[in-house]
């Protein structure tokens, strides 16, 4: 395979990975506002779904302004 081809390659991998990244983190968004909503501890929603604390308060404030 010529160095182009190589290139190409990774990048399809790189695309699939990064897709697949986003893909979990939006599954993991929504394990983690169906948790809050049942007011599940902030920390074991963490545990679970390996979100910071940050990303889940900040779900908690746009549960709150909905």
């Keep these: 395979m010529t160095q182009l ?3 190409y390659e990774k990048e399809k991998i790189e695309y699939g990975n990064q897709r697949a990244r986003e ?3 939006k599954e993991k968004t929504e394990i983690a ?3 809050l ?3 599940v ?3 074991k929603i963490m545990k679970a779904t390996g979100l910071t604390e940050e990303e889940l308060l900040r779900l908690q404030d746009e549960k709150k302004t909905v």
């Design 5 to 7: 081809g190589q290139l």
């Design 41 to 43: 501890d902030i920390v």
């Design 37 to 39: 909503e049942d007011d």
């Design 23 to 25: 893909a979990s983190i």
């Design 33 to 35: 506002k169906a948790l």
